[in-house]
């Protein structure tokens, strides 16, 4: 994978180009760079989630978890002009692209930011999803307990991930920490997880 897409400075030096998101009800063309997510297309689990998901809410505060140049934030923010949608990623230079890349858009209904710049008494009414697995199981965990109790009382999380990447036994962990947990689509070995807001502690 060469430089790490989740280094907050990646190394790599700065090749910037263009990938297009066309979907059904958009068309974005997007700059990207070397050194973070999926730079010369869009992502397929990327894709599997904005292609199967229901629409978001049209209000409320909205989460991209793990936003890289901004496609997912950049549909939610398109699709739900009237909400806020936030876009968070370790990643500077993912986090320039997509701050660029929204102001091509003509969206000024999205910010994005490191995590520890957004008010911890925020809470979202969505947060969609292509989580960095390969941070680690750990470290995917802490992310996860960090921000999915963030939602509010009836909100949802939607979440891509590989087959082979643990997308099952992630549901049951979800699961299992109090987070109901449910595959509603599978494509391209892909899974799409709907993660309800918490209704009690994990279990034992």
């Known amino acids: 994978?060469?430089?790490?897409?989740?280094?907050?400075r990646p190394e790599a030096a700065s090749r910037r180009r263009t990938v297009d998101l066309v979907l059904p009800d958009l068309h974005l063309r997007l700059e990207?760079?070397?050194?973070?997510?999926?730079?010369?297309?869009?992502?397929p689990g990327?894709?599997?989630?904005?292609?199967?998901?229901?629409?978001?809410?049209?209000?409320?505060?909205?989460?991209?978890?793990?936003?890289?140049?901004g496609p997912i934030a950049l549909t939610l923010a398109k699709r739900s002009p009237s909400a806020t949608v936030w876009g968070v990623?370790?990643?500077?230079?993912?986090?320039?692209n997509a701050e660029s890349n929204a102001k091509a858009a003509g969206l000024d209904n999205v910010r994005f930011s490191l995590a520890d710049e957004i008010d911890p008494a925020l809470r979202f009414t969505a947060i969609w999803s292509?989580?960095?697995?390969?941070?680690?199981?750990?470290a995917l965990h802490?992310?996860?307990?960090?921000?999915?109790?963030?939602?509010?009382?009836g909100g949802l999380a939607h979440l891509v991930v590989q087959k082979h990447l643990g997308s099952d036994s992630?549901?049951?962990?979800?699961?299992?920490?109090?987070?109901?947990?449910?595959?509603?689509?599978?494509?391209?070995?892909?899974?799409?997880?709907?993660?309800?807001?918490?209704?009690?502690?994990?279990t034992r």
Request: proline letters at 10%.
């Open 46 to 69: 990327t894709r599997v989630l904005l292609e199967t998901v229901p629409p978001p809410p049209q209000e409320g505060n909205l989460l991209d978890l793990g936003c890289g140049y």
């Open 170 to 202: 992630l549901q049951r962990w979800l699961t299992a920490q109090g987070f109901p947990t449910e595959r509603i689509a599978s494509r391209s070995a892909y899974r799409v997880l709907r993660v309800s807001s918490r209704t009690e502690g994990p």
């Open 130 to 138: 292509n989580p960095p697995i390969r941070i680690g199981k750990a």
């Open 89 to 96: 990623d370790v990643n500077r230079r993912a986090l320039e």
């Open 32 to 43: 990207t760079d070397s050194g973070v997510f999926s730079p010369d297309r869009i992502d």
């Open 1 to 8: 994978m060469g430089d790490h897409y989740f280094a907050e």
């Open 142 to 153: 802490d992310l996860l307990l960090t921000w999915l109790p963030r939602l509010t009382p």
